[in-house]
């Protein structure tokens, strides 16, 4: 979940925020290698637990992830995001016609 603004919420001990250094990193392009299989293998092989696997902050905070330069970021991302909205959108389409096809039956 990418959250855009400043507020206050709780959530468990198994997550983490990520605060993206914007210096270096767009925080959507950061979202989106976060997506990446890629990197789901890496944190798949750092999980550890059986019931709840999970990845410690130390684990974490050490795996490196490439970054192209911000410019090539920003492009990556427009490119990436409208797709990625388009997808969003069709998926909620998809659960409302869903919705209203077992609302009939």
Do not use: C, W
Request: glycine share 0%.
């Amino acid at each position: 979940m990418l959250i855009e603004e400043d507020r206050k919420f709780v959530f468990q001990r198994h997550i983490a925020i990520l605060r993206p250094n914007l210096e270096k990193v767009i925080p959507e392009f950061l979202y989106y290698t976060l997506l990446n299989p890629q990197f789901y293998t890496v944190a798949d092989y750092l999980a550890i637990g059986a019931a709840q696997r999970t990845i410690s902050l130390e684990s974490l905070r050490n795996i490196e992830i490439e970054l192209p330069s911000l410019s090539q970021q920003k492009r990556i991302v427009d490119v990436i995001a409208p797709i990625d909205k388009k997808i969003h959108e069709n998926a909620m389409i998809n659960d409302y016609l869903s919705y209203q096809s077992s609302m009939m039956a």
